[in-house]
């Protein structure tokens, strides 16, 4: 998981953590890939605005490495937009838009729940 927000990363971290994955996190785009080749994730997350390297930018450093090239990809922006939806499904990642309001919490945690049962599975899907 990838993100400049040290709470998104904590919280998003512990919410998917308590559903059973373990979860690498890293808030510094530029050595993410390098984190990423050593973990070799499942799925990654990723933000779309970061400080120096932007979302789509590791996506491209992503695809580039052998052994991440096909690693599901999950692009999570505040800026819940047609554009970026379409960038991400033309870079062939998944979209899923931060929650802007508490209000957004519940859809969310669903969308996440439901990306990570359709990416990477458990063996035993306890989920509830």
């Not at 040290?6 to 993410?32: F, H, T």
């Not at 999950?74 to 499904?89: D, L, P, Q, Y």
Request: glycine share 4%; net charge neutral; aromatic share 6%.
């Amino acid at each position: 998981m990838v993100d400049d927000s040290p709470v998104l990363l904590k919280q998003l971290g512990s919410l998917i953590e308590a559903w059973g994955y373990e979860v690498s996190m890293c808030s510094d785009a530029v050595s993410a890939v390098e984190k990423m080749l050593i973990h070799k994730p499942n799925i990654i997350f990723l933000d779309l605005n970061m400080p120096g390297t932007n979302g789509f930018e590791m996506i491209k450093q992503i695809r580039r490495q052998p052994e991440l090239s096909t690693t599901p990809l999950v692009m999570i922006t505040a800026e819940n937009n047609v554009a970026n939806n379409f960038r991400a499904k033309w870079a062939s990642c998944k979209f899923l838009g931060k929650p802007k309001s508490t209000n957004e919490t519940a859809e969310f945690r669903q969308q996440l729940r439901s990306l990570l049962r359709e990416l990477a599975p458990l063996s035993t899907d306890t989920l509830v």
